[in-house]
């Protein structure tokens, strides 16, 4: 029980603190709604039932870092259990006797006591993890464009957060153990402060009574003082990972971009060159992140020695927007001059702006000075694994290609080795620049008709460029060929009036190009109708299913794995197997591993049916150690295939064929005429004894 001084200065202290409170969640505001867009509140109303269990279990950091994301778990439990602690103990400093009844009482104390433990032990193993042990992954190298405050500044905000959070914590358990002490019994079940609590049994009455004080404005005093740092700390995250789960516009698929207006005069900026180019929910990832650079250890091109580090993107954007000084009114940020884009979905129906708003608080520094260096934005192969990997939700890839847009469309500046991947899309439809006329010479012998010739086919099959151009991937097309033939499928392709997707236009930046060729093929996809696409690249899948729907085009798009399983499934594959008969002589050998296509797997989630197809073919198969949703990449999405990689330690398709040769398998399997290329470009460097071969072709042995 307070003293009548002690109740109106900590009355006083707590006006103090919401009055500081208000401002700083006030400038917050003015920040994150200065970017493009506005949030649809309706969506966390959808959401609420599944983010809520999520949230509470720490569900998404479990998926990396097992241990460490334990302890995380028993920090953030207990500190949010700290929200009624520290309520109730304001009121029973206030009113006295206040205390829960029965067993509610019990349980309340019971948790609280737990909790606290768990708190403590979690803080003490994360401080000595920082401070001891030091670990790389915690850091990032020196190579790294980071802002000149973060390097330090990221240990004094750990140091600060960690002190707090223990010494909180630690003086609320302290001040119980002296109440029961005191009163020589504990309130409600409280076995560790009534073990700490004989810590005590020396002490004279008036000394536990002035520990019990002390302990009380410790604990909530730290958190009176905390709060005005708190919006600039990483804890703030507290915050804004729920809303983050809770907020971000809806997507198809982690890599589905949206679509800009070229038709719209008013227009001034295309991509994201400022912040105040960026949506609001990308400038709300800088306050949602926690600086454990879990992005910055899946990244391909940061493990593979290159200067990206998405970690390091957000920490700048984080630090930038620290310095801020808020009071420019947030009703002045929508300006006449915005720029519209209908086809942008997950913003409660409110085209996306792209245009720099007037009156924003955000700064006009560039992106590429203070957050992220244009040799960092090409080496991104936008494989969409810091995505994936976020545990608060957070999209630094879709920075990344947005600030591309804005290099390509507004400055011309991009790799001069993109150039003939540009100009084959823009003269021949395809970036190998191979003539339409020749689309089809893949196909001579096979049985393989056109829409012209089979019109209205149960599935289109969209073969794709690779297939229909280059002479490996061609292996693969006339293999599934085979297999759609040996299946009876009633099937057709569009020949000569297939065109690109555009997929390798848009991840370079170049979205003119993409909304070209988008908008021809959807009016032939249209024309044609189909009931059914399949695709044996991912990267034509995920742009037919994903990106297309914005230029009018809603297709049912499978891949080639997936319609091979349907068919083993439904008994119209009949294969060669060990157990019935020898395998062909023309048979490979049957240990593999297989690799996941990036746009495959994180993109589109399929996982099982490739190795569903495998299993079938008895093959055996041997998971490399980073498979499925973990999956490496192979180093050539994000256009990367058009271009020399940037400079690093190593090359990423280098790494990944190394993780396969490890597996002791002789055949590493694939699904994508990308992963195929930069895979057995690996292989032969390593002397080609390994064999590179897509699932189709191993199928298609077993016909």
Same mark, same amino acid.
């Given at each position: ?27 917050? %505001?003015?920040?994150? +709604?200065?970017? /493009? ?17 999520? %949230? ?55 948790? !609280? ?98 520990? /019990? ?37 809806? @997507? ?30 990308? %400038? ?9 650079? @879990? ?49 942008? @979905? ?30 960092? &934005?090409? =080496? ?31 400055? *011309?500046?991009?790799?001069? /080795? ?18 339409? !006329? ?20 149960? &599935? ?15 292996? $693969? ?41 988008? +908008? ?5 996809? *249209? ?33 080639? $794995? ?26 490979? !050998?049957?240990? &593999? $591993? ?16 490739? @190795? ?9 198969? +041997? ?16 256009? /990367? ?7 690093? +330690?190593? *090359? ?5 064929? =190394?993780? !396969? ?5 002789? $055949? ?36």
């Amino acid at each position: 029980m307070l003293t009548l001084v002690e109740k109106v200065l900590f009355g006083l202290a707590v006006v103090a603190t919401l009055a500081a409170a208000y401002f700083a969640v006030k400038r917050l %505001i003015s920040i994150i +709604t200065g970017g /493009q867009g506005k949030a649809d509140w309706r969506l966390a109303l959808e959401r609420l039932a599944v983010v809520l269990p999520k %949230i509470a279990t720490f569900q998404p950091l479990f998926r990396f870092r097992p241990l460490t994301s334990l302890f995380h778990a028993l920090v953030g439990w207990g500190f949010g259990f700290y929200l009624l602690v520290n309520l109730l103990d304001v009121a029973r400093g206030y009113l006295p006797g206040f205390e829960i009844p029965g067993m509610a009482g019990n349980v309340y104390h019971l948790l !609280a006591d737990v909790l606290s433990v768990g708190v403590l032990v979690g803080m003490t193993f994360f401080l000595v993890r920082r401070f001891v042990f030091r670990p790389g992954n915690l850091s990032t190298r020196e190579s790294t464009l980071l802002h000149p405050k973060a390097r330090a500044g990221i240990r004094r905000d750990s140091a600060i957060v960690g002190g707090f959070v223990l010494l909180h914590v630690g003086s609320r358990f302290l001040g119980e153990s002296f109440a029961v002490a005191a009163q020589g019994h504990a309130d409600g079940w409280q076995p560790a402060a009534s073990a700490a609590a004989g810590l005590w049994s020396g002490w004279s009455p008036q000394a536990l009574v002035i520990g /019990q004080h002390a302990a009380f404005w410790l604990a909530l005093g730290l958190i009176l003082a905390f709060i005005p740092y708190f919006p600039y700390s990483k804890h703030v995250h507290l915050f804004f990972a729920p809303l983050n789960f809770l907020l971000k516009p809806e @997507r198809r698929s982690i890599g589905e971009l949206s679509r800009l207006d070229f038709e719209d005069e008013g227009v001034t900026q295309f991509g994201a060159a400022k912040l105040a180019d960026l949506g609001w929910e990308q %400038i709300m990832d800088a306050y949602a992140c926690i600086m454990c650079f @879990r992005c910055q250890e899946v990244c391909p091109a940061y493990g593979t020695g290159k200067v990206l580090s998405p970690a390091a993107l957000e920490i700048n954007k984080r630090y930038l927007l620290n310095t801020v000084e808020a009071g420019l009114a947030v009703s002045h940020r929508r300006a006449e001059h915005s720029i519209r884009c209908p086809g942008v @979905r997950g913003t409660n129906g409110v085209p996306a702006r792209l245009g720099r708003p007037q009156g924003s608080p955000l700064p006009d520094t560039p992106l590429t000075e203070f957050a992220i260096p244009e040799e960092a &934005i090409w =080496a991104c192969t936008s494989c969409g694994a810091c995505v994936d990997i976020c545990p608060v939700h957070n999209e630094p890839m879709r920075d990344i290609l947005d600030i591309r847009r804005a290099l390509v469309l507004m400055e *011309n500046a991009f790799p001069k /080795q993109l150039e003939t991947a540009f100009r084959g899309m823009e003269r021949t439809a395809n970036p190998w620049n191979i003539s339409p !006329a020749e689309r089809m010479k893949w196909a001579e012998g096979l049985k393989v008709p056109t829409v012209v010739q089979n019109p209205g086919p149960d &599935i289109l099959w969209w073969v794709g460029c690779a297939p229909a151009t280059d002479a490996r991937a061609q292996k $693969t097309a006339q293999a599934f060929a085979k297999i759609l033939n040996a299946a009876g499928v009633n099937f057709a392709v569009l020949g000569q009036r297939e065109q690109c997707t555009g997929d390798s236009a848009r991840r370079a930046g170049n979205e003119y190009l993409f909304n070209e060729l988008a +908008t021809a093929n959807v009016e032939i996809l *249209n024309s044609v109708k189909p009931k059914r696409i399949v695709t044996t690249c991912p990267h034509c899948l995920h742009t037919l299913k994903n990106e297309y729907p914005a230029f009018g085009g809603n297709y049912e798009v499978v891949h080639h $794995t997936q319609l091979i399983n349907e068919l083993i499934g439904a008994g119209k594959l009949q294969l060669w197997l060990r157990n019935r008969q020898p395998l062909s002589v023309n048979s490979h !050998a049957s240990r &593999i $591993t297989y690799h996941d296509p990036c746009y495959l797997g994180r993109h589109n989630k399929v996982f099982a049916e490739p @190795r569903e197809v495998l299993k079938a073919a008895q093959l055996d198969l +041997t998971e490399m150690p980073r498979h499925a949703a973990k999956s490496f990449c192979c180093g050539a999405g994000g256009a /990367q295939m058009w271009k020399e990689e940037e400079h690093g +330690t190593t *090359n990423v398709n280098k790494a990944r064929f =190394a993780e !396969a040769k490890a597996t002791g398998a002789e $055949t590493l399997a694939v699904g994508c005429p990308f992963c195929m290329v930069m895979l057995t470009d690996a292989s032969k460097a390593d002397g080609g004894e390994i064999q590179v071969r897509d699932v189709a072709e191993l199928v298609a042995d077993r016909l």
